[in-house]
Nanobody, 122 residues
Framework: QVQLVESGGGWVQAGDSLRLSCAAS????????MGWFRQAPGKEREFVAA????????VYADSMKGRFTISRNNAKNTVYLQMNSLKPEDTAVYYC???????????????WGQGTQVTVSS
């Protein structure tokens, strides 16, 4: 069992930056690949980024590539999502999730946090 708690969301203006954090507890954090997803009102949850267990491999959704950076600190049991040049269409609830291997599919993740709201105004 893994417990995940996101933080760092908030209200920002277009062009600003935010860094989201996801703190894990329970089983060994380094055993899990980690992903970030987001869900806007009325839309399905979508993949944002993922990182392998060691942090050596990262993957991004095309629309976030170059603006968002995922990273992790296994000593602190934490995964991060640095978001730059935010746009109003980035407004959503952002979730972190844990999986046995790095993947893009929502259905491939076993554990989820409760989410943190990010609102970007124009």
């Amino acid at each position: 069992q893994v417990q995940l708690v996101e933080s760092g969301g908030g209200w920002v203006q277009a062009g600003d930056s935010l860094r989201l954090s996801c703190a894990a507890s329970g089983r060994t954090f380094s055993e899990y690949a980690m992903g970030w997803f987001r869900q806007a009102p009325g839309k399905e949850r979508e993949f944002v980024a993922a990182i392998s267990r060691s942090g050596a491999t990262t993957v991004y959704a095309d629309s976030m590539k170059g603006r968002f950076t995922i990273s992790r600190n296994n000593a602190k049991n934490t995964v991060y999502l640095q978001m730059n040049s935010l746009k109003p269409e980035d407004t959503a609830v952002y979730y972190c999730a844990a999986s046995t291997i790095i993947r893009r599919l929502v259905s491939g993740y076993d554990y989820w946090g409760q989410g943190t709201q990010v609102t970007v105004s124009s």
